[in-house]
């Protein structure tokens, strides 16, 4: 079968750095996702990664190795408004599928 | 604006009676796609399009429909919902290969 598993919750402290991950089982591979989502809103995208390897925006950072199946997304310097859901995504039937974890919500305390 | 619209933002109903859901999308998107995300289940496709007139299932197709007859526009149809479709709805589009771009969702009740 299809399944992603990410953590559901997780906490961390201001200005720290948190790694959130990710594993995937998947019958096709046309990248995997990372969204961020704040209560009530809608999914915003944060990261894309289709090759093996890290890729680095800003703060945040995801990594990707398709051979384990595993992704974490790595948010540095952490504030308090980064308190939200993050979202993996594997997107597959040549881009067309996606598949969501259920998303962990993160809890950024001062 | 680069946006993606739906209509309603909130929908109370009665078990049958036949609802729309809109989306638009202003990017010139060929991609559409429409989500339902419960707690702790997450998203999960229910239809999605890669271009007018091309659609397929998604994960959790039973009790919808879709059409796409216009480029912009990827309505979501319940011909006769059901309490277990009481969901939060997203409509979202990409450029292929890109991320999606998502609708502010639908919040559908039905009792």
């Known amino acids: 079968g299809q399944n992603i598993d990410q953590p559901t919750e997780m906490t961390a402290t201001e200005g720290a750095i948190v790694q959130i991950n990710c594993t995937y089982q998947?019958?096709?591979?046309?990248?995997l996702f990372w969204y961020q989502q704040h209560a009530g809103e809608a999914p915003t995208f944060l990261s894309y990664?289709?090759?093996?390897g890290l890729e680095e925006k800003g703060r945040f950072s995801s990594f990707l190795s398709r051979s384990k199946g595993y992704s974490y997304l790595l948010l540095k310097e952490l504030q308090m408004k980064d308190s939200a859901s993050y979202l993996c995504?594997?997107?597959?039937?040549?881009?067309?599928?996606?598949?969501f974890g259920a998303g962990t919500r993160l809890f950024v305390k001062a | 604006e680069a946006q993606v619209t739906q209509n309603p933002r909130y929908l109370i109903t009665v078990t049958g009676k036949k609802l729309t859901v809109t989306c638009s999308q202003n990017?010139?998107?060929?991609?559409m796609s429409w989500y339902r995300q419960d707690p702790g289940l997450g998203l999960r496709q229910i239809y999605y399009?890669?271009?007018?007139?091309?659609?397929d299932k998604g994960d959790v197709p039973e009790g919808y429909k879709v059409s796409r007859k216009e480029k912009r526009n990827f309505p979501l149809i319940l011909e006769s919902p059901s309490p277990n479709q009481t969901s939060l709805y997203f409509c979202?589009?990409?450029?292929?290969?890109?991320?999606?771009?998502f609708g502010p969702g639908t919040r559908l009740t039905v009792t």
């Open positions: 979202a589009s990409k450029k292929q290969g890109y991320e999606q771009y």
């Open positions: 399009s890669m271009n007018v007139e091309v659609t």
């Open positions: 990664n289709v090759l093996d």
């Open positions: 998947t019958s096709g591979f046309n990248g």
């Open positions: 995504a594997v997107a597959s039937g040549g881009g067309f599928k996606t598949i």
């Open positions: 990017m010139n998107h060929e991609y």
